[in-house]
């Protein structure tokens, strides 16, 4: 019998996508990125690795001994100014100004980087769970700070993983953007969430925990405070959605260690069974989360989005063409466990 794609909603984006299951396409079915491997732990031309700390802008926060000062290894983890910065402090911060039916505003913002290991050949998924703890709580820790800001809208936590994916330095790092708008995606999520509630008298990502977990069809992996899984309606093939339980509109208002300590466990294990079921691909990350002192109706989550196709029709009109079931891609998922 032939395989009919369909049309699916995620109830929490609000996007649709087509499920073209009639592809039928597997793990092995998709190329392998080529990466050029490096078994050196540091290398003496990157700007990120140890002993090249002038090479980059002052840095904004470490983790490091007590004894030694900043800018100085050695180090744990180091955030510093991006060189390459899309959005400046230094910028006037000034209110949108239209010109007839055109507005624009300053380029006023944050745009830092999170050199998350001092070891050059280091992927985040082979770190320790004590190593990806330095790392998220040190995103939450300048999430908080940025949040300060009262000119700031919106925060962007990232994380980009291979050349195919505009990688520059293979040096593990991480970004964060604080803009003084709240971007696009946000906005839409935001609006969904809204609207959801209003019809259903729930929050999409609360209902979508619950009923994820009961129906345990694509579900990834799940510990005491989050749940991992693949989306209804997945943009992506493999992508993951990682949902905590706890209902809070901001990544920052995390409270206890013990979150930190599972969401990166989690991480790790989804990071862990991606790079053994597809080889290392190129993927993106992202944290979806209002500023830490909003309280609206919004439920933060994160994602993965493996880089495993190249649709135009995205680009073209907005929606995704994605060739690999939900279903199929939990199940492929929880072989690795």
Known sequence: MTKMSELRQDPITGEWVIMATERGRRPTDFSKTVRV??????????????????????EIDA????????????WDIRVVPNRFAALAIDAPQIDPVSFGYFIQQSGYGYHEVVIESPIHNRNLADCSEEEINLVVDMWRRRFVAIGQDSRIGSICIFRLSGTEVGVSLSHPHSQIMGLPIIYNKLQTITDNCQRFNQDNHTCPVCAMFTRELDLAQRVVCSNNYYLAIVPFASKYPFQIRIIPNAHRSSFGQIQKMSEI???????????ERLAKLLDNPGYRFCIYSRLPNEDICFHWFAEIQPHLTRNSLDTLFGFEVNPVSPEMAAATFQELS
């Open 37 to 58: 491997e490096t078994e050196e732990l540091i290398d003496s031309n990157c700007p990120f690795c140890p002993g090249n700390e002038s090479r980059t802008s002052p």
């Open 63 to 74: 983790i490091r001994p007590d004894n030694v000062p900043a800018n100085a290894a050695p």
């Open 261 to 271: 300590e599972m969401f990166s466990s989690i991480l790790k294990e989804c990071l």
